[in-house]
Each structure stands twice: as C-alpha cells, then as structure tokens.
C-alpha cells in the first residue's frame, strides 16, 4: 500500500512563502511523474504542477505559473512545491499523487492558509 505523507504548509500572509514536501512509500517512485493539487470548500480537486520523472518537464496551472516552482527527489522518494507570492487565493489544501495513472491512495494533505 502506497502512503503519501505530505507536509510544511501553515498561515502566511499575502506575498509570502512556503515550501510544501511529499514523500511516497513507492519504491519504483523515480519512474512517475508527479503532480500537486489542492482542494478548497466546495470546489473540485484542481491540478497545481506536475513534473516529469526525470525533473525535465514541469507544467503549471495558468493559476500559479511564474510564482510555484514543482520539484523532486527521486533518491528521497520525495516531491516538493515552492510557493512564492502568495495570495488568498491560494488557500486551500495541497496534496501530491502520481500524475496519468490511477491515483494512489490519497495522503491528509497540507493545509495552507493566506490571509492579512
């Protein structure tokens, strides 16, 4: 059984940071590609970033794109979301899962919050 376990999120105010990890008990994670997504209230899932298994290719939903940075480790089993420049309409929770293939089961996410 894959375990996601996804962490660093918190209370930042608008124009702050956060970095966001994952890491998966998956011991073949290095040939995935990897995404992010959150999940507000009331609102579908919503793809975040994805990345290539070899970090060569990065895409970002219009939403985020010049501000989020997606990355990994594939020695660390791990996946990372650098947030910049946040806004309040950022807030919601974050989850990482494998990216066109049958999701794993999903982790508890992350909450992160953006607020004055």
């Known amino acids: 059984q894959v375990q996601l376990v996804e962490s660093g999120g918190g209370s930042v105010q608008p124009g702050g940071s956060l970095r966001l990890s994952c890491v998966a008990s998956k011991s073949d994670f290095s040939i995935y590609r990897m995404a992010w997504y959150r999940r507000t209230p009331g609102k579908e899932r919503e793809l975040v970033a994805s990345i290539s298994a070899g970090s060569a290719n990065r895409a970002y939903a219009d939403s985020v794109e010049g501000r989020f940075t997606i990355s990994r480790d594939n020695g660390k089993n791990a996946v990372y979301l650098q947030m910049d420049s946040l806004t309040p309409e950022d807030t919601a929770v974050y989850y990482c899962?494998?990216?066109?293939?049958?999701?794993?089961?999903w982790g508890q996410g992350t909450q992160v919050t953006v607020s004055p």
């Open positions: 899962n494998a990216y066109r293939v049958e999701p794993w089961p």
